[in-house]
């Protein structure tokens, strides 16, 4: 694990704590409930994962920092949620089904996704509309890397 890797992953130790841990006590001292623990578990290990998965540490060369973290933020709250579902492409879909297409992700599809971004202008709902790119890229990346080859060779560049 890179230094980077550790800082990052440590730095969502710190979020996830502060958001699941604090219960001040009359005496000042935060007091962790189990239920608390296991959610926080959860997330962490998730984190791991998909640090891993996306390549993370090398995503972090090509793209700003910013923009990989709010995509591993996003990615990380649905996985985690406790809804049974979550909105794509503007319709609820059952949050397993979700999870399991985010656990999919690697580091070609956060591309796609940052190359969809930077073409598309009017988001109104950046959250929504991340959430359903990344939901998507998982089915349309191959296509997508594809129609860009094309593109490319049709203008030159290849």
């Known amino acids: 694990m890179s230094e980077q890797h550790f800082i990052k992953k440590s730095k ?9 841990h ?3 006590r009359e ?10 623990d296991e959610l ?13 998965n996306i390549g993370y540490d090398n995503l972090v060369t090509q793209y700003s920092e910013w923009q990989i973290d709010e995509l591993v933020s996003i990615m990380l709250d649905v996985i985690c949620s406790q809804k049974e579902t979550i909105r794509v492409n503007r319709e609820e879909m059952p949050q397993e089904i979700v999870k399991a297409q ?3 992700l690697d580091g070609e599809h956060i591309r796609d996704v940052l190359s969809g971004l ?9 959250r ?8 998507n890229s ?5 296509n997508s890397a594809a129609a860009q080859y094309y593109n490319d060779v049709k203008e030159g560049k290849i």
């Open 12 to 20: 969502y130790n710190k979020l996830n704590q502060s958001i699941y």
């Open 22 to 24: 604090a219960r001040a």
């Open 27 to 36: 005496d000042g001292i935060d007091e962790i409930d189990s239920s608390q």
């Open 40 to 52: 926080v578990y959860e997330r962490e290990k998730y984190l791991e994962l998909i640090l891993e």
């Open 102 to 104: 985010f656990l999919k």
């Open 118 to 126: 930077k073409k598309n202008n009017g988001i109104n709902n950046p």
């Open 128 to 135: 929504a509309y991340l959430i359903t790119a990344l939901y």
């Open 138 to 142: 998982a089915q349309t990346v191959n």
